[in-house]
């Protein structure tokens, strides 16, 4: 079983970047797709990016192409989340989250059966 941890989260101003960091300890991150989910006051989870075991494919909610990177380090045991070009939307609890589907990458968050504590990232505008 994995443990993850998320940080990097914050308060910065619209057009301003962060840089989400989630560490898995317990197993190595290499055997589980990784995704990044948030959640806003009042709605749903939803759904943001996903990385493949390897690295090689990525997969985006629409809203954030073109503004956020998934990437991994799985030798540092930890995957990142690039956000750059930040609007007050973005605001929410980031979450990542370890799958074991034998897929390249999942937007389904039934997939993801490991969950880390959130992080928060508020945007002002």
């Known amino acids: 079983q994995v443990q993850l941890v998320e940080s990097g989260g914050g308060s910065v101003q619209a057009g301003e970047s962060l840089r989400l960091s989630c560490a898995a300890s317990?197993?190595?991150?290499?055997?589980?797709?990784m995704g990044w989910f948030r959640q806003a006051p009042g709605k749903e989870r939803e759904f943001v990016a996903s990385v493949s075991r390897t690295g090689a494919r990525t997969s985006y909610t629409d809203s954030v192409k073109g503004r956020f990177t998934s990437s991994r380090d799985n030798a540092g045991n930890t995957v990142y989340l690039q956000m750059n070009s930040l609007k007050a939307e973005d605001t929410a609890v980031y979450y990542c989250a370890a799958s074991m589907r034998p897929v390249y990458v999942t937007q389904l968050k039934q997939d993801y059966a490991y969950w880390g504590q959130g992080t928060q990232v508020t945007v002002s505008s």
């Open positions: 317990g197993r190595s991150l290499s055997s589980y797709v």
